[in-house]
Nanobody
C-alpha cells in the first residue's frame, strides 16, 4: 500500500492550492483519511480528516479556510487550501487506514508529504 501526496507549491498570501493524496496497492477498502502538516521546528499536527462515509473534522489551523474531500472511486483524498497565510507553510502529509485482508485489523499508512510554502 502506498499514499502519494502532490499539489504543493509556492503561493502568495491569500492564494489557494489543492492537494491530492492517491492510494495505491492491494487493499480491500480505505477507512478514515487525514491530512497532517509539519512546519519547521514544530510537531506534526492534524489539519483535517474525513471518514469513508464523508464525515469531516477540522482542527483550528484550517477551520473555515480548508476543505477536505475524497473520491472513493479514485482512492483519492483532496485538501483545498484557501486564503493561505504565512503560518500555513509546512510539509503536508496524508494518512489513512486500510483494510488489507478480511478479519484483520486496519493498518495505518503515511504518504511522503508535499511542501506548501506561503511567501510574498
Amino acid at each position: 500500500v502506498q499514499l502519494q501526496a502532490s499539489g504543493g507549491g509556492l503561493v502568495r498570501p491569500g492564494g489557494s492550492l489543492r492537494l491530492s493524496c492517491v492510494a495505491s496497492g492491494r487493499f480491500l477498502r480505505i477507512g478514515s483519511m487525514a491530512w497532517y502538516r509539519q512546519a519547521p521546528g514544530k510537531q506534526r499536527e492534524l489539519v483535517a480528516m474525513i471518514t469513508s462515509a464523508g464525515s469531516t473534522r477540522y482542527e483550528n489551523p484550517g477551520k473555515g479556510r480548508f476543505t477536505v474531500s475524497r473520491d472513493n472511486a479514485k482512492n483519492t483524498m483532496y485538501l483545498h487550501l484557501n486564503n493561505l497565510k504565512f503560518e500555513d507553510t509546512a510539509v503536508y502529509y496524508c494518512n489513512a487506514d486500510f483494510a488489507e485482508a478480511p478479519l484483520r485489523p486496519t493498518k495505518n499508512y503515511w504518504g511522503q508529504g508535499t511542501q506548501v510554502t506561503v511567501s510574498s
